[in-house]
Structures are given as C-alpha cells and as structure tokens.
C-alpha cells in the first residue's frame, strides 16, 4: 500500500495561508498607502467569506481609489511570495510519523507558494519526494493523473495499491477511480458540503484525517 496525501485542506488548514498573507499584504498597504492594517486584514477576510478570492484586492482597494494594476499586482506578489506561519495539528503529525508505508505528497497551486507552505509546515522529512504538480506543467495538475503515474512507476505497483487522501471533489478523485486507485475524502475545508457529480467522489469519506489509522488497520487491503 502506497500513501499519497493532497496538501491544503487535508494535512492543515488553508484557511491559515490565506490568513496569513491577507496580514503581509495589509502591513504593506499599512507602510505604503497609510491604511490601518488590523482594518485591511479584517476587511479582506469580510471580503473573503462574502465574495470569495476572485478580485478581493480590487474589492478591497477600490473605495480608496488605489485599485489599479500595478498596485493589484504587488498585492498578488506579495501574498503569494510571502512566508506564511503555518501549524498542522499535532495528532496529524503522529500519524505521519507512524504510517509504515511509502508516503508522497501530491499537490496543485502556484510552485513557490506550494513549497513556502511545505517548508512553514515541515513536511519534506514525512515524505519520500513530493510533487508540486505545476512543476510538471499546468496540464499535469489534477484531475491529471500524471504526478500519481510517476509514483507508480517509481514503487512498481498496480493501482489497487495507491490510496490517495483528498478533499476536492471537483478533481481529486474522479480518475483515480477510473484507474482503481482507492480514494478517500477528508471533509474538512471549503470544499467538505461539496456535492460529488457522479463519480467524482472519492470512494470513501471520512470526517477528519485522524479517522484515517483506523481505517487503515481494519482494512489493510481494501480502503
């Protein structure tokens, strides 16, 4: 059995990134344009919950008439680039720690933002290598099974063997089940009331990651 686990919203939560560089773009908005940075950063969360990511720094800076390109991209920049301050829970960590399988960590997004939350969260030593789809290119992210075949290829086993731990619906799963790969869908994070289109869905779904061990222990063969 192989274990491959997708990153945001299944081994921490994302809200933490997102949070976090909503504070590194409200402090420099705090030291370039003079606007309060508690206020910036509790507005861009209002704007998050409300409206989602889309255009939130357009929304945000267009009242003060500073929402233009050049100050759209900075803002970009510097979320993306910045050092988020990242915590897995404690009881996620053990289990990694204690997983005796092959264990590889398969995620989408922006290649430097990916790897800033892998070095915040101190992931690498966990994982025997992990993939950061976009790498690869942007057609190789998921629903892709590319990166998952590089895996495959690399521990020289079927596909009944791979167990792949995700949360999003829309494009963890759907071909993995195809190939026979065993799914598993941790309900946490924006995506946990998604409603699955047929076959999209992974074969199991757990409430929390910690359901996970014994899952694995009652079953070893079949997630």
């Not at 990511?53 to 267009?62: H, Q, V």
């Not at 398969?106 to 993939?131: M, S």
Request: some cysteine; hydrophobic content about 35%.
């Amino acid at each position: 059995m192989i274990l491959i686990f997708d990153l945001d919203d299944t081994l921490y939560d994302e809200r933490q990134f997102v949070e976090s560089g909503f504070r590194t773009v409200a402090a420099m908005a705090q030291q370039r344009w003079q606007l309060d940075a508690e206020s910036s950063f509790q507005r861009l969360c209002q704007l998050l919950d409300s409206h989602g990511r889309g255009r939130i720094f357009d929304e945000w800076l267009a009242p003060y008439n500073l929402a233009t390109k050049t100050n759209i991209r900075n803002c970009v920049s510097r979320y993306r680039l910045h050092k988020p301050a990242l915590t897995m829970p404690q009881a996620h960590r053990h289990m990694l720690q204690s997983l005796q399988a092959p264990l590889y960590l398969v995620t989408d997004g922006h290649k430097i933002v990916q790897q800033n939350k892998v070095e915040a969260l101190g992931l690498a030593p966990y994982f025997k290598r992990i993939f950061i789809t976009h790498r690869f290119g942007i057609k190789h992210a998921k629903p892709s099974t590319y990166c998952f075949e590089l895996i495959q290829k690399a521990e020289q086993c079927r596909w009944q063997d791979l167990v792949y731990i995700g949360d999003n619906p829309a494009k963890d799963f759907v071909n993995l089940n195809k190939k026979g790969a065993q799914t598993v869908r941790i309900l946490t994070g924006c995506h946990k009331d998604v409603q699955a289109k047929p076959g999209y869905d992974a074969k199991t779904r757990l409430h929390t990651l910690t359901e996970l061990m014994p899952l694995l222990k009652g079953n070893r063969n079949n997630v």
